[in-house]
């Protein structure tokens, strides 16, 4: 009995010194998260050092980006094109290669491999072997509650295999222009070989944005999945995302949002996508690599609202609505074949969608655009890019009448004494020279005003010259007129 109590104060002993000895091994971990998110939160925002450009927040991931939906403009840069870890934010890609190759209403099969192959704890909403869902109901599971299951069930439907869908993956991102992405499965589970970059997920998920199924869908706050064939029960499903639905919290919530997605694994830290309106734009956020604190959200949800807020800095324009420059009619009323045409018509035909964004103390004009032509089996058609400060806010395209050359027959009109003008005559109209001539035109003012600009610059320092010239001068004749004195006394 003495050995048997002695062996446990023994133990208890060894248990007491193990834990104080842990103890300054806990506070120096602490320590080192601590010095880690402040480093991420002092690293360069390069869009801060854009001329005349709005300074955006700090925040705690190791890269960030704000980035208009429609035309694509980046507002927020913080290390961009880094390579991180994307965990579940993978899903977006997956979605939208779902919507793009399936229908809604097609009945997705779930494999053994599909619900047995995820890892054990990760995300998931119990799906069997053999279990039917449709795609839509699969696209709830896997963007509202990440269920890991339900990517791999798409991506079998869609592709045979994991494997052979990633290839789909990676085409689809080298064809929206990713930089740095390559993907190894459907679900974003870690893998070393699985990765991409805030940047190639703000592309992915703008693409994913142009279609309203994966807006409606992503942007649930809560949806009941029906009763199937191998499950009895209905099951109540919940978006992760705080600031859509509070799935552990309300005090994130924000109904400007309508889209977003989230990610974490141990590798890849936390992930978040956002998606939300500020000043009459849609605006998606990403940021990537944020380390969590003891409260809730801080500082995932923070930093997004904050970046998010950032954006009312910036205002749209419709470029067709406010570019003149490019526009040329005719301001002549006439009548052609008996019929009165009174309005002014144009030569060119601007994208009626494109936008410009510019911070918000700037006017359209103090974009500068600049014009290439293409030639197109359908017509001729040229491109108006518009550049602010060195930062490319926008661009449209320009379509060139298809038939380059027209003729107007003006038939005979009747004057007011009832007397009848010449005959039918022809005018020849050459489009394509037109155009040519105002952008020739353009660009001698364009010179014009740069060699003005130029000329108003030095205006300065040559008058700065000819003062110092003059009061050298000066100088000069007054010690002359002083020596002339000396020698006539």
Not at 3 to 17: A, C, G, H, Q
Not at 203 to 223: C, H, M, P, Q, V
Not at 404 to 409: H, L, R
Request: glycine content about 4%.
């Amino acid at each position: 009995m003495g050995l048997k109590k002695n062996l446990i104060y023994r133990l208890f002993l060894s248990v007491l010194i193990a834990s104080f000895a842990l103890i300054p091994l806990t506070a120096q971990a602490a320590q080192d998260v601590e010095a880690q998110s402040l480093e991420a939160y002092n690293k360069t925002i390069e869009s801060n050092s854009w001329e005349k450009w709005p300074i955006g927040p700090a925040v705690y991931a190791q890269s960030a980006i704000v980035m208009e939906a429609d035309t694509g403009m980046i507002l927020y840069a913080k290390d961009i094109e880094q390579k991180n870890y994307p965990a579940s934010i993978t899903k977006i890609m997956t979605a939208l290669l779902a919507l793009e190759n399936c229908e809604l209403n097609e009945k997705v099969e779930f494999s053994y491999y599909a619900t047995h192959s995820i890892e054990y704890g990760s995300s998931s909403i119990a799906r069997t072997e053999g279990e039917i869902l449709t795609v839509e109901e699969t696209l709830y599971g896997l963007m509202l509650s990440s269920a890991n299951e339900c990517a791999n069930a798409l991506a079998e439907h869609i592709a045979g295999s994991n494997e052979e869908f990633a290839v789909l993956m990676n085409e689809k991102a080298k064809e929206l222009g990713c930089v740095n992405t390559h993907f190894s499965n459907p679900s974003g589970l870690h893998d070393e070989n699985h990765y991409t970059c805030a940047y190639d997920m703000a592309l992915i998920t703008k693409a994913a944005l142009e279609n309203e199924d994966f807006r409606r869908i992503s942007g649930t706050d809560y949806y009941t999945l029906r009763a199937t064939n191998k499950n009895d029960e209905e099951l109540w499903m919940q978006n992760h995302h705080y600031m859509i639905a509070p799935y552990r919290t309300n005090k994130y919530l924000d109904d400007t949002i309508f889209s977003g997605k989230t990610g974490y694994t141990t590798d890849a830290l936390n992930t978040l996508v956002t998606c939300g309106e500020r000043n009459d734009m849609d605006v998606i956020v990403v940021t990537m690599r944020t380390r969590s604190t003891g409260e809730k959200g801080v500082p995932l949800f923070t930093d997004t609202a904050a970046l998010l807020d950032y954006a009312n800095n910036f205002q749209k324009f419709n470029i067709s609505e406010n570019e003149n420059t490019f526009v040329v009619g005719n301001a002549y009323d006439f009548s052609v074949d008996s019929n009165d045409l009174n309005s002014s018509a144009s030569l060119i035909s601007i994208d009626e969608n494109s936008t410009v964004i510019l911070p918000n103390n700037v006017t359209f004009t103090d974009a500068v655009p600049s014009i290439t032509f293409e030639e197109k089996e359908n017509g001729n058609k040229a491109y108006l890019t518009y550049n602010y400060e060195g930062q490319i806010v926008g661009k449209a395209s320009i379509t060139l009448e298809e038939t380059t050359e027209e003729e107007f027959a003006f038939s005979e009109i009747e004057s007011e004494e009832g007397e009848h003008r010449q005959g039918p005559k022809f005018i020849t109209i050459n489009l394509k020279i037109i155009f040519i001539v105002i952008a020739v035109i353009l660009g001698i003012l364009l010179l014009i005003f740069s060699i003005y600009k130029l000329y108003e610059k030095n205006r300065a320092k040559i008058r700065k010259a000819m003062n110092i010239l003059q009061k050298r001068r000066f100088l000069r004749r007054k010690r002359y007129r002083s020596r002339r004195r000396r020698r006539r006394r």
